[in-house]
């Protein structure tokens, strides 16, 4: 059986690859593109934007005009136009996979009640490589424990809007809950001036925005004497790319739920 998929945003960056992945695996048909109102795009050939020649799927506008042709939507796009978006599948019994990052409280709560009527996969990060990360830095953070500092340092490219990444922070997350700490009280995003020395409970983030640097995260654990970091570099969308479309092809099979990629890969 073909699953149905839509995508919004599919003239961004990670839309028109998402597009590309799409192409290459059997049993996945692109059925919907779906573009802001403001797009200078929207008419065009998604195929011909992606660079795979004419696939005869246009772009459009609105979500609701399509939603009809689709089994599973992947979001990549802005916070509140995902809000927008979930609430629309919830209606449909649409499945959702969604890559945006940077939501607010009140928007995740919006995602969340979508999750108790559709199945959503909601990733900060979809290579399976960044997933295999957070494994082991659970493992890492329950072995150095309270011995160590941490922090999390990421890059990227110059476009991107919100800081830290969505991904540093699930790093954070993790760290987190493997040492029993409140993210929200030990967090320190930045320094500067007299911050007095570093207490050890704190997780700090650092971010860097440059060039065309598709994702770089480092979580360090320094201790005296050593330290361990675990790193992971992108080098190609198409790594967070083909783990949205793995993921959308599984949530066509899922029950109502908030999941994320680790359940996509059974970690
Ligand atoms: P991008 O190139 O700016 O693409 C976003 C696209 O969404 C743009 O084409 C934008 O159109 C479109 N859009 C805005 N509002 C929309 C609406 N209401 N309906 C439909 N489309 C709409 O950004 P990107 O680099 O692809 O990243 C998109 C998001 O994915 C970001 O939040 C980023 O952090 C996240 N991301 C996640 C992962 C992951 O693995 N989870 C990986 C990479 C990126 P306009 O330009 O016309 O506004």
Redesign the pocket.
């Known amino acids: 059986m073909t699953t149905r998929i839509g995508i919004?945003?599919a003239?961004?960056?990670?839309?028109r690859t998402l597009v590309e992945a799409i192409d290459q695996v059997d049993g996945l048909q692109l059925t919907a593109a779906?573009?802001?109102p403001?797009?200078s795009l929207l008419g065009a050939d998604a195929g011909e934007l992606a660079g795979l020649g004419r696939n005869g799927v246009t772009v459009v506008d609105s979500l609701e005009s399509v939603i009809d042709s689709i089994d599973v939507l992947i979001d990549?796009?802005?916070p509140a136009?995902t809000a927008?978006n979930v609430a629309v599948c919830a209606d449909k019994g649409v499945a959702m996979a969604i890559?945006?990052?940077?939501f607010t409280p009140e928007q995740q709560l919006v995602i969340d009640a979508a999750a108790t009527r559709i199945a959503v996969c909601k990733?900060?990060?979809?290579?399976t490589g960044v997933n295999l990360c957070f494994k082991l830095l659970d493992m890492a953070a329950r072995v150095l424990g309270d011995d160590v500092d941490v922090e999390v340092y990421e890059a990227h490219h110059r476009?991107?809007i919100?800081a830290p990444?969505?991904t540093a922070l699930s790093m954070g997350q993790v760290v987190a809950d493997a040492l029993d700490r409140d993210l929200d009280r030990v967090a320190v995003y930045g320094r500067e001036g007299q911050t007095g020395a570093r207490k050890r409970e704190t997780i700090g983030f650092a971010t860097v925005r440059a060039g065309d640097i598709v994702?770089d995260h480092t979580v360090t654990f320094a201790a005296d004497g050593e330290r361990v970091e675990i790193t992971h570099k992108a080098s190609s969308?198409m790594s967070?790319a083909r783990?949205?479309v793995r993921a959308a092809g599984w949530l066509a099979e899922q029950k109502a739920g908030l999941y994320d990629m680790r359940d996509v890969l059974g970690l």
């Open positions: 919004t945003g003239a961004g960056r990670m839309g779906i573009e802001s403001q797009s990549f796009t802005v136009a927008a890559g945006t990052t940077g990733a900060s990060n979809f290579s476009h991107k919100d990444s969505g994702g969308r967070f783990g949205a």
